[in-house]
């Protein structure tokens, strides 16, 4: 009750805001789904229901809550999976029929098991209330049943301090709850941009369940931002690196839970995102989802991942119980099919494709499908001359573009193995959190393989997620290399090769060398003087006739080349053996 009167009186000091005046009408909307709210005289409503869906419970009512409920039977345990910076625990309540609650037990059960998160973007947080009520409804209703064929894995809330850095005036384009948490945590890291480089705490805890309780299935739960649609529930997954699975996610899980989901009132839908950013008269493309991402992250290492985005422009009552739906028919679905989904997973973790792709590209010729849309106006703004979308609430039935990221762009041959020097620690204990497998050496040993030069770099203008980011022209080059005891071998003949590689080649834009954990390499830092350049460049001229005859040509072709001393005394030292042979040079060996 203080909550709600804090947030009504926020609101009168800022009504506009409050009332979200600024949203396009929301359809109405009376789904079979209603039924699933408790009744006011359940003693287990949960406080999102108590409200009427106009606030959810902060950090420390969701955990008392969850408490007691735990203390009143025998199905449930609560656990601390992490600490957050601001000294709140993250924690995962865990749900099994068996008494089995260790990661030992749940990882080797015959029973399917699913790991669902919400709140890894605090102010999107459907999954939580969502999760309360159906575990109350196994606990106490009708749906104990539930357990007897799969075991559950909950995380109510992953950003806990983005969660209670809440307020009315949090994304003012969802409609709902009024006291919506903050999507970052809180050092402003977007944690579902982490889950390859591993900084946060939050992405570190998540991973390290994934690892210790080998989930059959992940499901990663957020709200929407952007245009408006008839859709209500949409969601997805990658398909670009675990092919078996994705077939079982296409062709079972996908028409089972849009079967469900329109059985109790909902309309479900694949991720949207308008290809002009405005309205869809132009047709909707896919996301280019990468592994920094949790739903690609999860297709990288062969676990099959599930992406929930939620339409923000719809109330949030419809959203909660349209994710209800979802999470109670995908565990009953497991109970049925998990044992081809295990197969599915079996068969592409023993998968070593010869080669890889790195990224990928937008395909020049788009599919056709039917959308379900939201008529759009556009009229000329009065505050930029420009033009803006408008949506009217009127649903439209349309044939679009779909526009999809399926042709490879930058791609490598499948490496025996990365060498990755002792000099990077922090490389090596990150691979290691992700669970890939390394063996360490105890002994120096010397390297002669294939290496990249990075040549062109470019460093990113401002940070991303924390990190100086850098691309490059990646070029092979053979070198020699001494690696000290520390330092590591890591084969891609193992279930997490794939993962492997994405992370330690180059060319991908996930990789650690991309992110920024290799600056290094740029910096030089020996030179040489004039008065030593000038009788070695005439000195190299008169005994290199072909290094002469470059000399000439570089200033034939390059009218700026002599007007610097310093440039043509840097140009003849970089040919000399005096030379860094080290820069830039990407310190990762491989093994072909």
């Given at each position: 009750?203080k909550?709600?009167?804090?947030?009504v009186?926020?609101?009168l000091?800022?009504i506009?805001?409050?009332?979200?005046?600024?949203l396009p009408?929301?359809?109405?909307?009376?789904?079979?789904?209603?039924e699933l709210?408790?009744?006011p005289?359940?003693?287990w409503i949960t406080p999102a229901?108590?409200?009427?869906?106009v606030?959810t419970p902060d950090?420390q009512a969701?955990?008392?809550?969850l408490?007691?409920?735990?203390?009143?039977t025998d199905?449930?345990r609560?656990i601390?999976?992490g600490?957050s910076l601001q000294?709140?625990?993250i924690n995962?309540?865990i749900?099994?029929s068996?008494?089995d609650?260790?990661?030992?037990?749940l990882?080797?059960?015959?029973?399917?098991l699913?790991?669902?998160?919400?709140?890894i973007?605090?102010?999107?947080?459907?999954g939580k209330d969502?999760g309360m009520m159906?575990?109350r409804?196994?606990v106490?209703?009708?749906?104990?049943?539930?357990?007897?064929?799969v075991?559950?894995l909950?995380?109510?809330?992953?950003?806990?301090?983005?969660?209670?850095?809440?307020?009315s005036?949090?994304?003012?384009n969802?409609?709902g709850?009024?006291?919506m948490g903050?999507?970052s945590n809180?050092?402003?890291y977007?944690?579902?941009?982490d889950y390859?480089?591993?900084?946060?705490?939050e992405?570190r805890?998540?991973?390290?369940v994934?690892?210790?309780?080998?989930?059959?299935?992940y499901?990663d739960?957020?709200?929407t931002?952007?245009?408006d649609y008839q859709?209500?529930?949409t969601?997805?997954?990658?398909?670009?690196?675990s092919?078996?699975?994705?077939?079982?996610?296409r062709?079972?899980?996908?028409?089972?839970m849009?079967?469900?989901?329109?059985?109790w009132?909902?309309?479900?839908?694949p991720?949207?995102?308008?290809?002009n950013?405005m309205d869809?008269a132009?047709?909707?493309t896919?996301?280019?989802f990468?592994?920094r991402?949790s739903?690609?992250?999860?297709?990288?290492r062969?676990?099959?991942?599930i992406?929930?985005?939620n339409?923000?422009?719809?109330?949030f009552?419809q959203r909660?119980?349209?994710t209800?739906v979802f999470?109670e028919?995908?565990?009953?679905?497991l109970?049925?099919?998990?044992?081809?989904?295990?197969?599915a997973?079996e068969k592409d973790k023993?998968?070593?494709?010869?080669?890889?792709v790195?990224s990928w590209?937008?395909s020049a010729i788009p599919?056709t499908?039917?959308f379900?849309?939201i008529?759009?106006?556009?009229?000329?703004?009065e505050?930029?001359?420009s033009?803006?979308?408008?949506?009217?609430?009127?649903?439209?039935?349309?044939r679009?573009?779909s526009?999809?990221y399926?042709?490879p762009?930058k791609?490598?041959d499948?490496p025996k193995?990365f060498?990755?020097?002792?000099?990077?620690p922090?490389?090596i204990?990150?691979?290691r959190?992700h669970?890939?497998?390394?063996?360490?050496?105890?002994a120096?040993?010397?390297?002669?393989g294939?290496?990249?030069?990075?040549?062109n770099?470019?460093?990113s203008?401002?940070p991303t997620?924390?990190?100086?980011?850098?691309?490059?022209?990646?070029?092979?080059a053979?070198a020699?290399?001494?690696l000290?005891?520390?330092s590591?071998?890591?084969s891609t003949?193992?279930p997490?090769?794939?993962?492997?590689?994405i992370l330690?080649?180059p060319?991908?834009?996930?990789?650690f060398f991309?992110w920024g954990?290799f600056p290094?390499?740029f910096?030089?830092?020996?030179?040489?003087?004039?008065?030593?350049m000038?009788?070695?460049?005439?000195?190299?001229?008169k005994e290199?006739a072909a290094?002469?005859?470059e000399?000439?040509?570089k200033?034939q072709?390059d009218a700026?080349?002599t007007a610097?001393p310093y440039t043509?005394?840097?140009?003849f030292?970089?040919k000399?053996?005096?030379?860094d042979?080290?820069w830039l040079?990407?310190p990762?060996g491989?093994d072909?």
């Amino acid at each position: 009750m203080k909550i709600i009167l804090a947030l009504v009186i926020a609101c009168l000091a800022t009504i506009s805001l409050c009332g979200q005046d600024f949203l396009p009408p929301a359809p109405p909307w009376k789904g079979k789904s209603l039924e699933l709210i408790a009744s006011p005289k359940n003693k287990w409503i949960t406080p999102a229901e108590t409200s009427g869906f106009v606030t959810t419970p902060d950090y420390q009512a969701t955990m008392d809550w969850l408490r007691r409920l735990e203390k009143e039977t025998d199905l449930v345990r609560m656990i601390s999976i992490g600490r957050s910076l601001q000294g709140r625990d993250i924690n995962m309540v865990i749900v099994s029929s068996s008494g089995d609650f260790t990661p030992e037990k749940l990882s080797t059960s015959t029973k399917p098991l699913l790991l669902f998160q919400a709140g890894i973007h605090a102010g999107e947080i459907d999954g939580k209330d969502a999760g309360m009520m159906l575990l109350r409804d196994i606990v106490f209703g009708s749906k104990k049943n539930l357990l007897s064929g799969v075991n559950v894995l909950f995380i109510p809330i992953l950003n806990v301090d983005g969660h209670e850095r809440a307020s009315s005036l949090n994304r003012p384009n969802q409609r709902g709850p009024q006291n919506m948490g903050w999507r970052s945590n809180a050092r402003n890291y977007n944690l579902n941009r982490d889950y390859t480089k591993l900084d946060t705490e939050e992405i570190r805890t998540i991973v390290s369940v994934i690892n210790n309780y080998d989930p059959d299935l992940y499901i990663d739960i957020h709200v929407t931002d952007g245009a408006d649609y008839q859709y209500d529930v949409t969601y997805g997954f990658s398909e670009n690196y675990s092919p078996a699975i994705a077939s079982w996610l296409r062709d079972r899980l996908r028409p089972s839970m849009d079967a469900e989901l329109k059985k109790w009132g909902h309309i479900p839908g694949p991720i949207i995102f308008a290809k002009n950013d405005m309205d869809f008269a132009d047709g909707m493309t896919e996301f280019p989802f990468s592994p920094r991402l949790s739903n690609a992250y999860g297709d990288a290492r062969h676990l099959p991942t599930i992406l929930i985005e939620n339409h923000s422009l719809k109330p949030f009552r419809q959203r909660v119980l349209g994710t209800y739906v979802f999470l109670e028919g995908v565990i009953r679905l497991l109970e049925k099919e998990g044992s081809a989904l295990r197969d599915a997973i079996e068969k592409d973790k023993r998968a070593r494709p010869g080669d890889l792709v790195l990224s990928w590209k937008r395909s020049a010729i788009p599919d056709t499908i039917e959308f379900l849309g939201i008529e759009a106006q556009r009229r000329k703004s009065e505050i930029t001359g420009s033009e803006y979308v408008v949506w009217n609430a009127k649903p439209v039935k349309q044939r679009i573009p779909s526009f999809r990221y399926t042709t490879p762009d930058k791609k490598t041959d499948r490496p025996k193995a990365f060498w990755i020097p002792s000099t990077y620690p922090e490389v090596i204990s990150r691979l290691r959190l992700h669970g890939i497998q390394v063996e360490e050496i105890n002994a120096p040993t010397e390297l002669e393989g294939k290496f990249f030069k990075i040549e062109n770099p470019r460093f990113s203008q401002r940070p991303t997620e924390g990190h100086f980011t850098v691309q490059g022209e990646v070029k092979p080059a053979v070198a020699k290399d001494v690696l000290y005891p520390g330092s590591v071998r890591v084969s891609t003949d193992q279930p997490l090769g794939d993962l492997a590689i994405i992370l330690l080649h180059p060319d991908s834009p996930d990789s650690f060398f991309q992110w920024g954990f290799f600056p290094e390499i740029f910096s030089r830092t020996e030179y040489v003087e004039q008065y030593v350049m000038e009788p070695m460049a005439q000195k190299m001229l008169k005994e290199d006739a072909a290094l002469k005859e470059e000399f000439d040509k570089k200033k034939q072709d390059d009218a700026t080349f002599t007007a610097s001393p310093y440039t043509v005394y840097n140009w003849f030292y970089q040919k000399s053996s005096y030379m860094d042979k080290k820069w830039l040079i990407y310190p990762v060996g491989m093994d072909f």
